[in-house]
């Protein structure tokens, strides 16, 4: 069992950067990927950016490329996801994401707004 709950989130201008934290309790996260995801009103939920165990060869949504990085602090058991020039598209609840043991665990997600 593990607990993810993310932070960082809020309402910036477009142009402007935010940081998300998820913090993982319950059990160590450092043998498994990690993943940030996020949902805008009326759609579903879709991949952001993911991160292996060994923190090499992250993976990301065309729509984030050389935007948005994802890393993890494995003595901190959390992960991160840096998000620079923010577009009102990417208005949405950002989620994280756990797969353990063939299940998957969500945080209750983190609002990140950008006015048009």
């Known amino acids: 069992q593990v607990q993810l709950v993310e932070s960082g989130g809020g309402s910036v201008q477009p142009g402007d950067s935010l940081r998300l934290s998820c913090a993982a309790s319950?059990?160590?996260?450092?043998?498994?990927?990690m993943a940030w995801f996020r949902q805008a009103p009326g759609k579903e939920r879709e991949f952001v950016a993911g991160?292996?165990?060994?923190?090499?060869?992250?993976t990301y949504a065309d729509s984030v490329m050389h935007r948005f990085t994802i890393s993890r602090d494995s003595a901190k058991n959390t992960v991160h996801l840096q998000m620079n020039s923010l577009q009102p598209e990417d208005t949405a609840v950002y989620y994280c994401?756990?797969?353990?043991?063939?299940?998957?665990?969500w945080g209750q997600g983190t609002q990140v707004t950008v006015p048009s």
């Open positions: 994401n756990a797969y353990i043991l063939r299940k998957d665990y």
């Open positions: 319950g059990r160590s996260i450092r043998r498994y990927s």
């Open positions: 991160i292996p165990y060994s923190g090499v060869g992250m």
